[in-house]
């Protein structure tokens, strides 16, 4: 479990500097 967490913040450290933080507020409200 705390390695997918690790892996999950890295993900998302990855997605933020890739977008803007917008868009991926933006992409985690389609996704849901």
């Given at each position: 479990?705390?390695?997918h967490?690790?892996?999950?913040t890295l993900l998302e450290g990855?997605?933020?500097k890739i977008f803007p933080y917008g868009?991926?507020?933006r992409?985690?409200?389609t996704n849901r």
């Open positions: 479990d705390l390695l967490l690790r892996e999950g990855t997605v933020r868009a991926q507020i992409i985690g409200e």
